[in-house]
T-cell receptor, first 115, second 112 residues
Framework: AQSVTQLGSHVSVSEGALVLLRCNYSSSVPPYLFWYVQYPNQGLQLLLKYTSAATLVKGINGFEAEFKKSETSFHLTKPSAHMSDAAEYFCAVSDRKGSARQLTFGSGTQLTVLP | DAMVIQNPRYQVTQFGKPVTLSCSQTLNHNVMYWYQQKSSQAPKLLFHYYDKDFNNEADTPDNFQSRRPNTSFCFLDIRSPGLGDAAMYLC???????????FGPGTRLLVL
């Protein structure tokens, strides 16, 4: 069975500092991996996805993530945090369940950006 | 812009009073999903439709039902809401079950 672990339910960074949100997965087959962002009282917005092409994936808003199979990780980074990055971030893994793909979310990381 | 629309954004209902949440999409996607997200938790899949084929998750309570009258619309019916059903309900769509899911803004349900 697939699962996702997000280390750190809350992360605080200063504006302009590096953002690093950690995600580790387990999957019995090569996974597809996603990062979604959720602003308060909003739905989930896709930041980026890995679907077995390039291991370094660039997303929207300056975020990127690197798929490391040996570490079963898909950490999300951004070189310089913006106040507008404050939100909840969900890592998700998708692998096959029969003829479909099932999306399993991590428990989320709340990012706070300090002025 | 093609998108996933959920109405209403906020819904208040009474304990035991049936409620229906609505989702529509202009993406012409084949698959529509309903997720339940409780406070500070990850979204949890309730069920999905592939076209007209309904797929229920094993642990989705019988209290939750869904209808998809056409490609564009999908409804979530909660027959007898309990206090524990208060949550954000997220609709998502994908072109195929193997494809990326795109989410609507959600409906926050409050049960009094």
């Amino acid at each position: 069975a697939q699962s996702v672990t997000q280390l750190g339910s809350h992360v605080s960074v200063s504006e302009g500092a590096l953002v690093l949100l950690r995600c580790n997965y387990s999957s019995s087959v090569p996974p597809y991996l996603f990062w979604y962002v959720q602003y308060p009282n909003q739905g989930l917005q896709l930041l980026l996805k890995y679907t077995s092409a390039a291991t370094l994936v660039k997303g929207i808003n300056g975020f990127e993530a690197e798929f490391k199979k040996s570490e079963t990780s898909f950490h999300l980074t951004k070189p310089s945090a913006h106040m507008s990055d404050a939100a909840e971030y969900f890592c998700a893994v998708s692998d096959r369940k029969g003829s479909a793909r099932q999306l399993t979310f991590g428990s989320g990381t709340q990012l706070t950006v300090l002025p | 812009d093609a998108m996933v629309i959920q109405n209403p954004r906020y819904q208040v209902t009474q304990f035991g009073k049936p409620v229906t949440l609505s989702c529509s999409q202009t993406l012409n996607h084949n698959v529509m999903y309903w997720y339940q997200q409780k406070s500070s938790q990850a979204p949890k899949l309730l069920f999905h439709y592939y076209d007209k084929d309904f797929n229920n998750e094993a642990d989705t309570p019988d209290n939750f039902q869904s209808r998809r009258p056409n490609t564009s619309f999908c409804f979530l019916d909660i027959r007898s809401p309990g206090l524990g059903d208060a949550a954000m309900y997220l609709c998502a769509t994908s072109r195929d079950t193997l494809e990326t899911q795109y989410f609507g803004p959600g409906t926050r349900l409050l049960v009094l």
